[in-house]
């Protein structure tokens, strides 16, 4: 067997999508098994940045399969969008390059609208949703009322299913005092994005438990992280799928005994984007440093990024619930210009330590982070090739981490660059 499964570890943007490009240098397929085009995956290569919302960034690649397993939610007019640029760029090539799983759910205008209207009437408890209705999508899932996209795509179940929807959404949008929606030129559109997109559509747990059968190299690729999971994560402030290992499974159609490896990226400091607890957020020069060596801003919604010193409370936490077998830490160039650099080992409240992350968002935020501080290594690393060209004091950062969660890290990331990678071992082995 030869499968890898990619997780963020912290609230996202841990770098997932130069990570997936790296691996699917060497893999047959990759998948996408959870969340929607709210996540963003930046690739660099050769100085060029391809932002992916929807497709597994192993398109890269030439002759990697790409998959869009059941577990996503998929705004058709994005996902044309994304096909169309790709396609320009001559990195996409025809329909049998792409699969789309018939069972996948799809995003509709009202989805959108009430996402934002929602979150805006919510004031100051709002969650800081990126407005994409990611969240009303899965809620029509769970409810037994969404769209699958294996119905999406005949034209004559599309227009019925809008016809039969659309009372029960404009009078939620009356509720939040947002326009109503006109079914015709819904069903018009959506009925153009149907025909499209009908030639990827794909009974896709078949085609990836026959590759996983054939022993292929399969990459299995995650949204978010960990601390945004809806079940694990810094509820409410949270995405609205699982972003753990385990939705492999569910999001894929896999079951657990063909997951081989669990790649845990980690980001060599942490950070947040939009609302909720953050223990070692920065909001002096320090973390506005981070900020600005770090390029934080967020892919798909281009909104700033909190920073802070990397959270290895949050990090274990992670690790158990994914089981990971190994670590990625990436842009450990950006920690190059520091004296100093903190690391979160404990929470204290009430005089009391704990290593253990609270239930709660609330009591969360009560915490006060303990830290440990190491010597910076003020040195560039971003040329690095080599485990034993880096300083001594980043080896000894690394070795802590992995000291502190018991995980080996097998891959360096010191720049956005394909090339600015030191793997330690096989991807795939």
């Given at each position: ?179 109503p929606l006109d079914p015709v030129s819904i069903i018009a559109e959506y009925r153009e994005y149907a025909e499209k997109l009908r030639p990827y559509a794909c009974n896709t747990y078949r085609l990836i438990g026959e590759a996983v059968r054939a022993g292929r190299k399969v990459l299995f690729e995650g949204a978010h992280g960990t601390l945004l999971d809806i079940d694990h994560g810094t509820y ?96 450990l160039d950006v920690l190059d210009d520091f004296d100093e650099i903190k690391i979160c080992t404990g929470y204290e409240v009430d005089g009391v330590v704990s290593d253990e992350m609270p239930a709660e968002a609330k009591n969360l935020a009560k915490v006060t982070p303990v830290y440990e501080t190491l010597p910076g290594w003020k040195a560039g690393t971003c040329e690095l090739t080599s485990y ?42």
């Open positions: 067997m030869s499968t890898v499964v990619i997780v963020g570890t912290q609230w996202g943007d841990e770098g997932k999508g130069m990570v997936v490009d790296l691996i699917a240098q060497q893999a047959d397929m990759v998948v996408r098994y959870q969340g929607g085009d709210n996540a963003g995956h930046t690739v660099v290569v050769d100085g060029q940045a391809t932002k992916l919302h929807n497709i597994p960034s192993g398109v890269l690649h030439e002759g990697t399969d790409c998959v869009i397993g059941d577990g996503v939610v998929i705004n058709p007019r994005v996902l044309l969008e994304e096909i169309a640029e790709l396609k320009n760029r001559g990195l996409l090539g025809g329909e049998t390059s792409l699969r789309i799983s018939r069972r996948a759910h799809v995003i509709l205008p009202w989805h959108m609208d009430l996402d934002r209207a929602a979150d805006a009437a919510k004031g100051d408890r709002r969650i800081g949703t990126t407005g994409r209705g990611i969240g009303p999508a899965y809620q029509s899932k769970m409810g037994r009322t969404g769209l699958r996209f294996g119905e999406f795509v005949e034209a004559d179940t599309l227009a019925d299913f809008i016809h039969c929807a659309i009372g029960e959404y404009n009078a939620l949008l009356d509720f939040y005092n947002a326009s409410p402030y949270v995405t609205s799928s699982n972003c753990v290992s385990g939705a492999v499974c569910t999001g894929a159609g896999v079951g657990p005994r063909s997951i081989h490896k669990i790649y845990g990226v980690v980001k060599a400091y942490t950070t947040r984007v939009g609302e909720g607890p953050f223990p070692t957020e920065l909001t002096d020069e320090l973390g506005a440093k981070l900020g600005q060596v770090g390029n934080e801003f967020g892919t798909t919604t281009g909104r700033k990024r909190r920073c802070g010193w990397l959270d290895l409370v949050i990090t274990k936490y992670a690790a158990q619930l994914s089981d990971l077998t190994d670590l990625v830490i990436t842009k034993d060209d880096l300083p001594e004091n980043a080896k000894k950062y690394l070795a802590r981490i992995e000291d502190f969660l018991g995980i080996p890290v097998t891959i360096i990331s010191v720049g956005p660059g394909r090339n600015q990678t030191i793997a330690l071992k096989e991807y795939f082995d």
